[in-house]
C-alpha cells in the first residue's frame, strides 16, 4: 500500500469513527485528533477532507450544545435530531468524495453543500 493510498484510508477511517461516534461519543475524538494529526503532511486532495471532517466535528459540537440547551424548551429535541441527521450527510458526501478521490468542493462550509 503506497503512502498515498494509506493517508486515504486514514481520512475514510476517520469519517467511519465520526459516523460510528454517533452512538459511541469519544469515537468522533478521536477522529478529531487524527484529523489534526494528518492535515499538515498530507496532499491538497486530503487536506480538503480533513478540513472538513475538522469543521464538521467543531460545527457539529456547537449545534449539539444549543440544541441541547433548548431542550428546556423542548424544541431542542428537534434541533437535535436535525443536527445528527446534518451529520451523517456531511460525513457520507465526505465518504463520496473520497471514494471518488476528489477534494472536498467546499470544506469550509457550515451547511451540506
Known amino acids: 500500500m503506497t503512502e ?3 493517508k486515504a ?5 476517520i469519517y467511519i469513527l465520526y459516523l460510528v461516534g454517533l452512538v459511541m461519543p469519544l ?3 478521536i477522529g478529531l485528533v487524527m484529523a489534526y494529526i494528518n492535515i499538515e503532511d ?3 486532495l486530503l487536506q480538503s477532507h480533513y478540513r472538513f471532517q475538522i469543521r464538521t466535528f467543531w460545527i ?3 449545534f449539539s450544545l444549543v440544541s441541547s440547551l433548548l431542550t428546556l424548551v423542548f424544541i431542542g429535541y428537534f434541533f437535535l435530531i436535525v443536527t445528527v441527521i446534518w451529520f451523517v450527510i456531511r460525513c457520507v458526501k465526505g465518504l463520496k468524495f473520497l471514494d471518488q478521490q476528489q477534494a472536498h468542493p467546499n ?3 457550515w451547511m451540506i453543500d
Not at 484510508?9 to 477511517?13: G, Q
Open 9 to 13: 484510508s486514514t481520512t475514510k477511517i
Open 27 to 29: 469515537l468522533t475524538i
Open 107 to 109: 470544506a469550509v462550509t
Open 60 to 62: 457539529g459540537l456547537l
Open 42 to 44: 498530507s496532499e491538497e
Open 4 to 6: 498515498s493510498s494509506s
